[in-house]
């Protein structure tokens, strides 16, 4: 008897063994059919951001202002709310599924990868008067300025290694061309010159990664996750050379990028903005000088009304499964045509 009973609770753990890892592995499944279904979702969602940002362009062609459609944030919202109108069977399937997110202007920060500029294929030299601009900006937000001129190096030192520097890339359109990292427009020649070299830098041969992120800021001494969330808001990394859009960037990044601009004169420039946008560069001269600033030489390539860059923000809940996305998108300036850059999770 002592032997059956033994036998009976031998077969009852490993059933219930088998049973544990089967559920377990049930709710794995589960788990992964849920991802799966949030991320379908999520892509969808940045399809339909994407026809937004086409159509805004179409209605609103060469200008890009914080008071277009593209500027108004999503709130937390039932996906059955949308597709409701569509069916009730489509909309049931949306109970527990919400949408939220966000459109950002790029081009509104300061471009990191503007330390670097390319005159000529194949060479690459550090721009004394963007490094000068980033300097007044770490300074504004209380940072050392010294670090301007080492994230220049980065800069060019993580450049020289990027196979796709001096390319570039067709849209899925299939019409449209734009730059994929660097190189001012260059598309061809072999990269002669040596960063790091000069300017007295002794970890030349030393491959840094390729920044494509504000994150990448810690991968050069000196710089803190705490300097790196105050610089957050006010730089960017972009793929390419851009200019500045005066109508959606902050009064810091504008004091930054106008020489003899004070803080105060930035701040009422933005105030002056907010009840008109500016329409070309003329209307950004007169701003200025009715800002304080007496000579304004603007460069069409540092400072501009229209954006081709845009960070979409999205958050998908879907039951248990959550995706919380950036997505760096580029719309071409003559088409309007976008295209997906880069896709960053959020942990």
């Not at 849920?34 to 994407?50: E, F, I, K, M, P």
């Not at 845009?310 to 879907?318: A, D, K, N, S, Y």
Request: proline share 3%; charged share 15%.
């Amino acid at each position: 008897m002592i032997s059956a009973l033994l036998v009976v609770a031998l077969s009852a753990i490993l059933v219930s063994g088998m049973l544990w890892r089967q559920q377990v592995q049930i709710r794995r499944i589960e788990n992964q059919r849920l991802l799966s279904q949030a991320l379908w979702v999520s892509r969808g969602a940045l399809d339909w951001t994407r026809l937004i940002l086409r159509s805004e362009g179409d209605t609103s062609a060469g200008i890009t202002y914080l008071g277009g459609l593209w500027g108004v944030p999503i709130a937390k919202t039932r996906l059955s709310d949308f597709l409701g109108q569509i069916g009730e069977v489509r909309a049931e399937q949306g109970q527990e599924t919400y949408l939220s997110g966000s459109i950002e202007d790029a081009q509104a920060k300061f471009n990191l990868r503007n330390l670097v500029s390319s005159p000529a294929p194949g060479v690459m030299q550090l721009d004394t008067e963007q490094i000068g601009a980033y300097q007044r900006l770490l300074v504004s937000l209380g940072v050392n300025s010294q670090l301007a001129k080492a994230t220049a190096l980065q800069v060019r030192a993580s450049l020289a290694q990027s196979a796709t520097r001096f390319q570039q890339v067709t849209s899925t359109a299939g019409t449209t061309t734009a730059p994929v990292t660097a190189g001012g427009g260059a598309t061809g020649g072999s990269f002669t010159d040596k960063p790091g070299m000069e300017d007295g830098d002794d970890n030349a041969a030393v491959a840094p990664l390729q920044m494509i992120s504000v994150d990448s800021l810690l991968d050069i001494p000196g710089y803190t996750p705490e300097m790196v969330a105050r610089l957050r808001p006010f730089v960017t990394v972009l793929p390419t050379v851009s200019a500045v859009n005066m109508n959606t960037a902050s009064a810091e990044v504008i004091a930054a990028i106008v020489p003899g601009m004070s803080l105060s004169s930035a701040q009422a420039f933005v105030a002056r903005r907010q009840t008109v946008f500016f329409h070309n560069v003329s209307d950004v001269q007169l701003a200025l000088r009715g800002a304080g600033v007496q000579t304004v030489e603007i460069d069409p390539g540092e400072m501009d009304v229209n954006s081709n860059y845009f960070l979409i923000h999205g958050r998908v809940q879907h039951e248990r499964a959550e995706v919380d996305r950036t997505t760096l998108v580029y719309r071409d300036a003559l088409t309007h045509t976008t295209r997906i850059v880069r896709i960053q999770d959020q942990l």
